[in-house]
């Protein structure tokens, strides 16, 4: 079976594909300006752009793990935003942890897999 890399640097593959199924690598909000609502909006965005150009959408996620700067303050906020985005009826398998981020402005990332 082969395995597709799309978006690939030296370091990592924004998506691979492999049998039937999508692996995104950490989707991340563009501007880290913004507070949880607004990195959680364009995380989801980047993660709609992802999966589109692998040829599936959200609604065939089947897991998420989600990492939260600070779950304590962002979980909330973070979850308003999900709830709105998430396909009703097609939530998927899910795990949100709290974890030091690459960089200190950085509030979310979420790594997905998905069917096409």
Not at 13 to 29: D, F, K, M, P, W
Not at 77 to 97: E, K, L, M, T, Y
Request: with cysteine; charged share 20%.
């Amino acid at each position: 079976m082969s395995v597709q890399r799309l978006l690939t640097e030296t370091r990592h593959s924004e998506v691979v594909i492999h049998n039937g199924t999508v692996y995104l690598a950490g989707q991340l909000a563009d501007d880290y300006s913004g507070d949880i609502v607004a990195q959680t909006r364009e995380t989801l965005a980047s993660t709609d752009r992802m999966l589109a150009e692998a040829g599936s959408d959200k609604s065939k996620i089947l897991s998420v793990t989600i990492f939260l700067k600070d779950m304590a303050r962002d979980y909330a906020g973070f979850n308003q935003v999900w709830d709105a985005w998430v396909v009703p009826g097609a939530a998927p398998a899910r795990a949100c942890v709290e974890a030091n981020m690459y960089k200190p402005e950085v509030l979310v990332e979420i790594t997905v897999v998905a069917a096409l």
